[in-house]
């Protein structure tokens, strides 16, 4: 089984600044991806960022050029660090963990952290 360590959500005034952190641990195979997913009331869960064993970065386009994932791979730890905030950017954001062993797809979700925008 996985577990998360998710650290970070708080309350912050528009234009701020907000690192939100998650660590993983369990039995994790090398190759993974990890993201962050927010899910804001009243609508769906979408992908915010994430970063693959290799480095390889996506983002949701509404935060390209403001947040930026970043990765500890001994340690199965992702940050997220976001600058100037939006009111929109308001959710509760989730660690993801996503392989692939034996042709069978995982994906373990934390529960969550709140990062609220607001002045």
């Known amino acids: 089984q996985v577990r998360f360590v998710e650290s970070g959500g708080d309350l912050v005034l528009p234009g701020g600044s907000l690192k939100i952190s998650c660590a993983a641990s369990?039995?994790?195979?090398?190759?993974?991806?990890m993201g962050w997913y927010r899910q804001a009331a009243g609508k769906q869960r979408e992908l915010v960022a994430s970063?693959?064993?290799?480095?390889?970065?996506k983002y949701q386009d509404s935060v390209k050029g403001r947040f930026t994932i970043s990765r500890d791979y001994r340690k199965h730890a992702i940050d997220l660090q976001m600058n100037n905030l939006k009111p929109e950017d308001t959710a509760i954001y989730y660690c993801?963990?996503?392989?692939?062993?034996?042709?069978?797809?995982?994906?373990?979700w934390g529960q969550g952290t709140q990062v609220t925008v607001s002045s």
């Open positions: 993801n963990l996503y392989y692939e062993f034996e042709d069978r797809d995982y994906t373990y």
């Open positions: 369990g039995v994790i195979p090398t190759i993974n991806t």
């Open positions: 970063i693959n064993s290799i480095g390889t970065t």
